[in-house]
């Protein structure tokens, strides 16, 4: 399985950003969004089970981030919503072969290369 994040970049506070995160279209059990600040652990944000009927959020994003896959061209995405400065990182999108929707970076076997946003004014 491959991952390609795209979308990343330099967005004021309170504005939006939608990241993409486009597979090889190996089936996976679930899928999901982490990020890593400098000096930091990577963190959970956001993860769906493969059907897209589970879904979980870090509570730190919840009711700001969407998950959300399109299924037909095989890409994840995260809407990003009244960004603020503490989301800037790097994001990271993740799948995992077997298993339920998970928080834990120890469950996804796939990783794509990262992808920087920055919120700043």
């Known amino acids: 399985v491959q991952l390609q994040a795209s979308g990343g970049g330099v967005v004021q506070p309170g504005g939006s950003l939608r990241l993409s995160c486009k597979d090889s279209g190996y089936i996976v059990s679930r899928v999901g969004w982490f990020r890593q600040t400098t000096g930091k652990e990577r963190e959970f944000v956001a993860a769906?089970?493969?059907?897209?009927?589970?879904?979980k959020y870090a509570d730190a994003v919840k009711g700001r981030f969407r998950i959300s896959r399109d299924n037909r061209d095989n890409t994840v995405y995260l809407q990003m919503n009244s960004l603020k400065p503490e989301d800037t990182a790097v994001y990271y999108c993740?799948?995992?072969?077997?298993?339920?929707?998970?928080?834990?970076?120890?469950?996804?076997?796939?990783w794509g290369q990262g992808t920087l946003i920055t919120v700043s004014s």
């Open positions: 993740a799948a995992g072969r077997w298993g339920p929707v998970s928080d834990k970076t120890s469950d996804f076997d796939y």
């Open positions: 769906m089970s493969w059907r897209g009927d589970r879904l």
